[in-house]
């Protein structure tokens, strides 16, 4: 008999606990006795592509007996489709343990989830991906624990009734749901989002910061416990439904066609428009902090402007900006928003753009063309990308000149040369401005003046 078996229990079991799940796995199957010291698994990780002698340890997990609890399972099998059968039994299994964070990584060709991955009743977080394809679920499909849903790359077929919102149905405590390279393009009869307990809604279009555009007649959100969006995509047609009357914070990042194509996407034959995102706009309102990601979705918001809510709760507005974009956008968003506090300009500060008339000609754009609204109650401003051009200066000063209730400017400097930090920051501290207005200048990390 070796000396560890001579231990008391709670000894062996202080002992095992240093195990891997791997290892605890095959040491069960040393004893009798062993089996019960494994009453709980935290972590149980597969992968085929580092495990040789993966089915093997599957069959070790499989012969733990079901007092035996897996608390975490994280399972990656692309390697090799021949297993799949053996997978599911093994899934089945662990399902029956008690597990309340399931990561399933598997290839998704030719392969269908087991139903009992739909109807577990301790699950809490549920990751799916990458490849999967989901085209029917169980008429009980219910996940009562489930809080957090992740979806990476997933297809939803269903020509009868839409897996994806059955999916959401089957949650009834769903707090976040992250949808990683969605292709809403692929999906049938999938394009709502729908859940009365959701409160943090992430979603990632696969292409959205790519070349490719697609036709998309509508995209549904219906989420009125929702106070955190996070939502990068291609503008489809409409909005038809936007209910987003709890929001706190949002993110939004649209793709729009290229100059080129604009007057094709946004204007019909008749002259009008047939990509609406007013729905998406107005759903917006209650927001308190607002990130427009993207010269693009500036661009949307300006085609739109006139149905730009009232931001009665907006404190914090930070857009994007690029060389060749222009400002026409910001004066609308500041206008509408009478309780703004902090504005974040993310990228360069002064805009460039080529001329109708001759394209080698630059036109530079300073923001003294647009209305600024006098009123706007702005305290702090924050540039992102400051370099000090004369254009550069002149819109600062413009907002000195016009935010009269600015008490903060927080300049950040992309250039490194000492001699050059020491000019910009002369020039910008020296500009007029109120008694009550300080300038902060910060510089590359490292690089001090």
């Known amino acids: 008999m070796d000396s560890i078996s001579t231990l008391p229990d709670d000894i062996i079991f202080h002992i095992v606990s240093f195990l891997s799940a791997k290892e605890a796995a095959f040491a069960s199957l040393l004893s009798k006795r062993w089996q019960h010291m494994f009453a709980i698994i935290p972590n149980l990780e597969f992968d085929d592509s580092i495990n040789i002698q993966g089915v093997d340890f599957l069959d070790a997990v499989l012969v733990l007996p079901l007092s035996c609890r897996v608390k975490n399972l994280s399972l990656k099998c692309r390697k090799d489709p021949t297993h799949y059968a053996f997978v599911n039994h093994f899934l089945c299994n662990v399902l029956k343990r008690g597990v309340m964070d399931l990561k399933l990584d598997i290839n998704g060709h030719g392969y269908s989830l087991p139903f009992e991955v739909f109807t577990c009743k301790t699950l809490v977080e549920l990751k799916l991906g990458t490849g999967l394809v989901i085209d029917i679920l169980p008429k009980n499909a219910l996940l009562p624990a489930l809080k957090t849903l992740i979806i990476d790359s997933v297809q939803f077929y269903d020509h009868c009734g839409c897996a994806f919102q059955k999916l959401l149905s089957a949650c009834p405590a769903l707090v976040e749901l992250v949808m990683h390279n969605v292709e809403w393009e692929n999906w049938e009869w999938s394009r709502t989002v729908s859940s009365p307990t959701l ?247 490292g690089k001090s003046v």
């Open 199 to 445: 409160q943090r809604l992430t979603i990632n279009h696969r292409y959205c910061f790519g070349i490719i555009h697609y036709d998309l007649e509508s995209i549904i959100f219906d989420t009125p416990s929702l106070t955190f969006l996070k939502y990068f995509d291609f503008a489809p047609q409409s909005y038809p439904i936007v209910n987003l009357g709890s929001l706190v914070e949002a993110t939004v990042g649209l793709t729009l066609p290229d100059d080129h194509v604009r007057i094709k996407q946004y204007a019909g034959d008749n002259g009008t428009i047939t990509s609406d995102i007013t729905n998406l706009i107005k759903g917006l309102r209650n927001v308190e902090i607002l990130n427009l990601f993207t010269t693009m979705t500036m661009e949307a918001f300006y085609f739109f402007h006139e149905v730009i809510p009232v931001f009665e709760n907006l404190h914090r507005l930070c857009v994007t900006t690029e060389q060749e974009y222009r400002w026409r956008t910001l004066p609308h968003l500041l206008k509408k928003s009478p309780n703004l506090k902090t504005l974040v300009i993310e990228g360069p500060l002064h805009f460039t753009y080529n001329s109708d008339d001759d394209d080698d000609e630059p036109v530079y754009e300073y923001l003294s063309e647009y209305d600024f609204p006098l009123s706007c109650p702005l305290k702090v401003l924050e540039i992102t990308e400051y370099r000090g051009t004369r254009g550069e200066l002149e819109q600062i000063k413009h907002f000195l000149d016009n935010l009269l209730c600015l008490e903060l400017v927080k300049v950040f400097v992309s250039e490194t040369d000492h001699e050059e930090q020491i000019q910009l920051k002369f020039s910008l501290l020296n500009l007029p401005r109120s008694s009550k207005c300080k300038v902060q200048f910060f510089i590359p990390p």
